[in-house]
C-alpha cells in the first residue's frame, strides 16, 4: 500500500503565496506521475499541475504563471508553490501519484487526504 502525506496549505490573503508538499511512502518501485488537484465547494475536482518522472509538466491555464510544481525523486515527494494566490483558489488540494508496486505491475492511482487553502479578499 502506499500513502502520500500532504502539509502546507491554510489560510492567505489575496496576493499572497502558500507551499504544499506531498511525500509518497510505501510499497513502491516507481512513481510516475505526481500531481495537484483541487475541489471548491460545489464544484468538481480539478486538476492543477502534474508532473511526470521525467520532469515535464503541465499546469491548469487558470494556474498558469502563479503556480509551479516541482518534485524530488530521490525523496518521493512532489510541491506545489501558489504565488499571486486570489479567492478563487480557495480550495482543498489533494495529492495524486500513479504508483507501480514492481516492475511488472501498472501504475495504481493513490490520493492524499487533502488540504485546505484558503484565500481571503
Known amino acids: 500500500q502506499v500513502q502520500l502525506v500532504e502539509s502546507g496549505g491554510g489560510l492567505v490573503q489575496a496576493g499572497g503565496s502558500l507551499g504544499l508538499s506531498c511525500a509518497a511512502s510505501?510499497?513502491?518501485?516507481?512513481?510516475?506521475?505526481m500531481g495537484w488537484y483541487r475541489q471548491a465547494p460545489g464544484k468538481q475536482r480539478e486538476l492543477v499541475a502534474v508532473?511526470?518522472?521525467?520532469?515535464?509538466?503541465n499546469y491548469a491555464d487558470s494556474v498558469k504563471g502563479r503556480f509551479t510544481i516541482s518534485r524530488d525523486n530521490a525523496k518521493n515527494t512532489v510541491s506545489l508553490q501558489m504565488n499571486s494566490l486570489q479567492p478563487e483558489d480557495t480550495a482543498v488540494y489533494y495529492c495524486?501519484?500513479?504508483?507501480?508496486?514492481?516492475?511488472?505491475?501498472?501504475?495504481?492511482?493513490?490520493w492524499g487526504q487533502g488540504t485546505q487553502v484558503t484565500v481571503s479578499s
Open positions: 510505501g510499497s513502491m518501485f516507481r512513481i510516475a506521475a
Open positions: 508532473i511526470t518522472s521525467g520532469g515535464s509538466t
Open positions: 495524486n501519484a500513479f504508483v507501480s508496486g514492481s516492475a511488472w505491475t501498472r501504475p495504481k492511482e493513490y
